[in-house]
């Protein structure tokens, strides 16, 4: 088949020729060199990102030349070429736009790309919510746009965002926070029941779902495992975490809980399983099998990344001995998938203990940032920096300050939801305060109402202004 021709074909279309599915990088390096260029730059073409891409100059030992054309007569213009350098200077608004085509000569051969640019974010930080060092408590601490997901400071200081006690119905203590942005203007999140210093063992049963329409005012569901048929021997469910599954329910999408779980059974070790939610966050649907590795894999996280259409994991080989017992990645294409494509270890700790990793994108940017706990040798819990498909992770900072960090997650939030988050921290902190010297105001009667004041509809913006003309009259 004519060389030229394979370029304008379909993976689809390659494959009814007699192309088959092999792996990515070996279908990019033995047949195509749009592919190859694309991968280069870590597939960044499928959801451009503020910033410069130096594009390669040569494929194959043979020079690359560029050619950019815009999109005649569209309304959005954030892209540009300077020689091999790809420019990106803003993002279009609610849903990505193609911004025109880079054309590209190697070999005698000419072949284009759409440059697909992502949406903004329009986020302002991030929220990191965390286990507080072994309290068995879940923290909030934040952090700016400017602070590239390496600088946080904590809320309420260091107090708990909510009592441990109510919220976890087996064993009343949480471990493990993973927070999630809702489908419905909420959020939700899910968290290890456990008490470790209760019980005195690794042993737990269940997880709890939490719901809430302001990151403030939580509500639960505690879920006991041995209740499920056939898990009544069920002693591990560890570190869930939830993405949205898209393909779910026939295309109506579903939020995806995944956990590890271990029976009591002899033999058995910790795989990973997977449950339903519904979209109120008060039901999960029985436990299935969704990775064996065939030895324990504990604490993984998932995310889908746009630039090269992947599901990527992070997860902790919990059997394995020395170097082998980190932090690995893994790729998979759908949601759930046993068939995972391991990458590589992740950490650059030697042989030093590593679990607990989580993931999230800088804002607008490509750019990704890795987090895991070393707790052996000294304890550090630590963020690396990471590139578009998540790959080449640095060594990474350890986050002193006074976050007192663990196990946890990060997430995207707007001007709004920091401005309240921080409101309602310097609130509860001053109430505190007046109320220890034991003759509290009315002012501090009412604020402490305010406190515990909830709204269903446009809940963060209400409360951010509640706060703030609550912190107003308490400062008279």
Known sequence: MNKSIVLGLSLATLMTLGYSAESSA???????????????????????????????????????????????????????????????????????????????????????IPLIVAADDEMYGYLYCHMAGNSENTNYALGTKEDKGEIFHPLLNNQPIFDSEKIAGIEGGVRDAFIYRGRNNDYVMVNTDMSNAKSHVWNNYGIDLLHSNDLVHWTSTTFDFRKFPGWENVCRVWAPQIIWDKDYNGGKGGYFIYYSMLTKRPGDYDKIYYSYANEEFTTITEPKLFYDKGISVIDCHIDWNDCDQLYHVFYKKEGAAGFDRGV??????????????????????????????????????????????????????RVCTADAIEENVSRGVVIRENVNPQHGSFMQITKDEYDMLEAWSALK????????????????????????QTYTDNAVPQLLQLYQNTLKSLMK
């Open 429 to 452: 902190l001053i109430v505190q305060a007046r109320e220890a010297e034991k003759k509290p105001s009315k002012t501090v009667k009412k604020a402490k109402a305010v406190l515990e």
């Open 328 to 381: 690995w990645a893994a790729t998979f294409d759908k949601l759930p998938s046993s068939d995972w494509h391991d990458t590589y270890h992740i950490t650059n700790e030697g042989k030093e203990q590593v679990e607990g990793p989580s993931a999230f994108r800088l804002i607008n940017e490509n750019t990704w940032k890795v987090a895991y706990i070393k707790y052996s040798g000294a304890h550090a819990y």
């Open 26 to 112: 070996q279908r990019d390096n033995q047949l195509c060199p749009k592919c190859q260029l694309k991968k280069a730059v870590n597939y960044q073409f499928n959801a451009l990102r503020t910033g410069e891409i130096d594009l390669p100059k040569e494929i194959d030992g043979k020079a690359v030349k560029y050619r950019y054309t815009p999109i005649m007569g569209s309304a959005f213009h954030g892209t540009s070429l300077e020689g091999n350098k790809l420019i990106v200077t803003r993002q279009p608004k609610g849903e990505a736009k193609e911004d025109g085509r880079l054309y590209c000569e190697v070999d005698g051969e000419t072949f284009y």
